[in-house]
């Protein structure tokens, strides 16, 4: 009995040496007497007991390494205080278990120094705007380096970018002035596009004005065109009826006849005018002379 309860005890405990059970996205580095001897992968695992053992164990999983906060100077001798997280990922488990005593920090301290580095040849404003380019100068410069370390760095991020309070203060200031100057174009800006807009209003109502005082004219001028060849024309036909009747039979005598009449009534006012003097010829066959003289007259404008 007590020989089958050792022998349990010994089979227990070299299924425990034996079997191992490698987690989804881990991978165990197994040295077989001190020597690398095998990768296991995720699941179920034999090895020897006694002979084998698992010397690391490694994440596969991304990992994010927070790069400590560190002072850095700009081309133009400005300090700023710069912190920043890098993310990487364990490729070559056998080359992370070897290639480097402490990978984790061996990416850290590169990150900062490629990070100084990098800042050093930027001016301070250029910090702020090329924040891009220099995260992916860190990238590039770790991630070669990391290559023999069996590790790949997928990407970096500043956090912070911090200057010096009296910069913080500079920077406020020349911020606020060029707030104020632009605030100041715009004001500007508006007031000379509203003169324009003005002057631009008062050329179109002068133009049309003057446009409406040109149109006014012609009408004028037409519609006084128009009266005089109305009247013209009433007057020509008017002539003409005077002639027509003038040929007709009896119309030299009644022309002689209406002579006659306004030759007396001219006389009859002047008589009856007590301004004016009226000298009445001796012989009053000198005004049917006058009469005879005004019908001739029409006969030769007649003519």
Known sequence: MEIAIIALVVVIIAAKFTIKIVPQQNAWIVERLGKYEATLSPGFNAILPFVDRVAYKHSLKEIPLDVPSQVCITR????????????????????????????????????????????????????????????????????????????????????????????????????????????????????????????????????AKSEGEKQAQINNAQGEAAAITEVANATAAALMRVAEAIRQPGGQEAVQLKVAEKAVDAYSRVAFDAKTTLVVPSNMTEVSALISSAMKMVQANKS
Not at 148 to 171: C, Q, S
């Open 76 to 207: 133009d001798n400005t300090q700023l205080q710069v912190d920043g997280i890098l993310y990487f990922q364990v490729t070559d488990p056998m080359r992370a278990s070897y290639g480097s005593s402490n990978y984790v920090m061996a990416i850290s301290q590169l990150a900062q120094t490629t990070l100084r580095s990098v800042i050093g040849r930027l001016e301070l404003d250029k910090t702020f705007e090329e924040r891009d380019m220099i995260n992916a100068k860190v990238v590039e410069a770790v991630d070669e380096a990391a290559l023999n370390w069996g590790v790949k760095v997928l990407r970096y991020e500043i956090k912070d970018l911090t200057p010096p309070a009296e910069i913080l203060r500079a920077m406020q200031a020349q911020i606020t002035a060029e707030r104020e100057k632009r605030a100041v174009i715009a004001t500007s800006e508006g007031k000379r596009q509203e003169q324009i807009n003005l002057a631009e209003g008062q050329k179109q109502a002068a133009i």
